[in-house]
């Protein structure tokens, strides 16, 4: 019963946004730029295969680098931030649309809990972004088959992986801003701000050291990110990812229900 | 099926309802009668279980709204004020939606969903998205999503509202045709819809419950200020006061200017006291007087006057003991 509630508000979210138009907007962004630094950061002038060229002819090289691993982390690095920036646009709706619509009288009169309706949400959104991801794993395919020797597969799965985990936790979390406002500008705005204040943690965690920094490091959501994308498997970051992720759903549910108690 | 009492709500430092109560019998329809901003929404929005009372309980098929919230869910249909539709969807998909949520089993969704299309005349519409219908065909859609899983208690709040008058018959004959076979409270704020399509009367102002009562009693109720309406020709002076010689007859107004267009001609309105007929009298004494009896008519408290007397004086008329 309450996985087939939860697949239906997933297939409804889903198709919802298959049928939005601003979907398909910021899918078309997030192809277009992540297509170009695909392209730059493989083949321009400043690019990965470039630099190690120059480097081997001035004979700077020291040891054999592995070209393809340096690139899955320059690409990755450029993903999760620029997945930061596309996020809040696909989370802003999630609940702020059905409180300005109304039809979260529906959904909050009908016999599912507001866990379900917010797990089905989240599992909707998240698969639109993966959606979003898949055209990038046919160019990663063609180029990382031209490698010699070939990279182990764990790592651009991790890669992965670390990418969708991180999505999910900003639309979690995104998700549970749209939850106290009917506004999606507003809900999109805080989500920003929010991103924002992630960022800034990860940078002054990496930047001032010591202990403090270190403590710091490890409530930062990049930094997991980022050892998932160097092929470091850590079940700590799995389980930081995963307390964001819940924390989002946690924090919707109570707000839902509390938003209905406290109605003007 | 429907149990409310003593129910109030409190938002802040503003009271939208105070210790109202009422209850509705299987079958029932039960209207909610109100002007704007009397707590008509917020009693529906507590019964659905949307939001919680502050005092007081309210039982639907004998759960509680508040402690047995997803027995009650199971149990009703409920029609927001406005409707919650997803005006992406399709009205055959919206349906199939919300008749999933509701909990009606796969098997029996299509034959249920075609059923509500059906009986709020949607068929020709079933397959267009509900962005690009009219109000009055989100007004059904929002209908139908409340009876597609055949609830045995059905909530509407304000449904015919943005309605056209052959629509609201439409959806006055609907609401009517599951009398009996389901329960029914619905809000308005409209007269004729209470005296045309409810079985019971609940009248609610500033959020407390003034009356209960069937139309027809609740128009008993003000029978002592029923009365004639007479029109005639020629000088009213003396019949003005000769009227008031009958017994029987306890106001005589004069109202010239509702008069028809034809001159030397006036209308008079006459109250009678308590249970008095003296239709015969009165006409006697215009005609021995030797004026023109133009028109003569038995006025009769409408449900209209009796809102208005009961919402604009503050006079709790106690017609709940319904033995």
Not at chain 1, 79 to 85: E, I, N, Q, T
Not at chain 1, 169 to 181: N, P, R, Y
Not at chain 2, 201 to 224: C, D, F, Q
Not at chain 2, 310 to 315: A, G, N, P, R, S
């Amino acid at each position: 019963m309450i996985i087939a509630n939860t697949i239906a508000i997933f297939q409804k979210e889903l198709q919802g946004y298959f049928g939005s138009p601003l979907a398909y907007i910021v899918a078309a962004v997030f192809w277009l730029i992540s297509g170009l630094f695909f392209v730059e950061l493989l083949l321009g002038q400043e690019g990965i295969i470039q630099q190690v060229a120059t480097s081997e002819q001035l004979g700077i090289a020291t040891a054999p680098v592995d070209v393809v691993y340096l690139f899955l982390n320059s690409f990755f690095a450029v993903m999760g931030s620029l997945s930061l920036f596309i996020l809040p646009i696909l989370s802003m709706g999630l609940y702020a649309e059905e409180r300005k619509r109304g039809t979260i009288e529906l959904l909050a009169t009908s016999p599912i809990t507001n866990w379900v309706v917010a797990l089905g949400k989240l599992l909707g959104v998240v698969a639109f972004f993966i959606v979003m991801i898949l055209p990038l794993l046919i160019y990663e395919a063609i180029a990382f088959s031209a490698a010699k020797p070939p990279i182990p597969p764990v790592v651009p799965l991790l890669a992965h992986l670390g990418l969708i985990l991180l999505a999910t936790a900003i639309l979690s979390l995104g998700m549970f801003i749209s939850s106290l406002t009917d506004s999606s500008i507003i809900a999109a705005i805080l989500t920003f701000a929010l991103v924002l204040f992630l960022w800034i943690i990860d940078l002054i965690a990496n930047n001032i050291g010591g202990e403090f920094g270190e403590a710091l490091k490890h409530i930062s959501l990049l930094e997991s990110y980022n050892n998932l994308v160097q092929g470091i498997f850590d079940t700590s970051d799995l389980i930081l990812l995963a307390s964001y992720i819940f924390l989002g759903l946690f924090l919707t549910a109570l707000s839902i229900e509390t938003f209905r108690f406290s109605r003007q | 099926m429907i149990e409310v009492e003593h129910l109030s709500k409190i938002y802040g430092s503003t009271t939208a309802i105070e210790d109202v109560h009422f209850s509705v019998e299987a079958g029932e329809i039960l209207g909610f009668l109100g002007p704007n901003g009397a707590g008509k929404t917020t009693t529906m929005r507590i019964l659905a279980g949307y939001l919680p009372a502050t005092t007081g309980t309210a039982r639907v098929a004998n759960y509680d709204v508040h402690k047995q919230s997803m027995e009650v869910r199971r149990r009703i249909g409920y029609l927001p004020e406005t409707p919650p539709l997803y005006l992406d969807m399709t009205v055959e998909g919206f349906l199939h939606f919300v008749a999933k949520i509701k909990g009606v089993p796969a098997g029996d969704r299509s034959q249920k969903v075609i059923f509500a299309i059906k009986r709020c005349q949607l068929l020709e519409r079933q397959k267009v998205m509900i962005r690009k219908l009219s109000k009055g065909y989100r007004q059904r859609v929002g209908i139908a999503q409340a009876l597609v899983h055949e609830p045995p208690v059905i909530i509407l709040d304000e449904p015919t509202i943005g309605l056209d008058p052959i629509q609201l018959i439409e959806v006055r004959n609907l609401i009517k045709s599951l009398a009996g076979e389901r329960t029914i409270v619905l809000s308005t704020h409209i007269l004729p819809e209470v005296s045309m399509t409810c079985d019971r009367v609940t009248i609610i102002n500033r959020g407390k419950v003034v009356a209960t009562n069937t139309p027809i009693n609740l128009m008993k109720e003000l029978s002592s200020s029923s009365g004639y309406e007479v029109e005639i020709e020629g000088d009213a002076a003396p019949v003005f006061s000769a009227l008031q010689q009958i017994s029987g007859v306890a106001t005589v107004e004069v109202h010239r200017e509702r008069a028809s267009s034809a001159s030397n001609r006036t209308l008079l309105q006459i109250t009678c006291s308590d249970n008095a007929e003296p239709g015969k009298e009165i006409a006697a004494t215009i005609v021995n007087l030797g004026l023109g009896l133009q028109e003569m008519r038995r006025t009769r408290p409408s449900l209209e006057d009796v809102f208005l007397h009961l919402t604009t004086e503050d006079l709790v008329v106690s017609t709940q003991e319904e033995n």
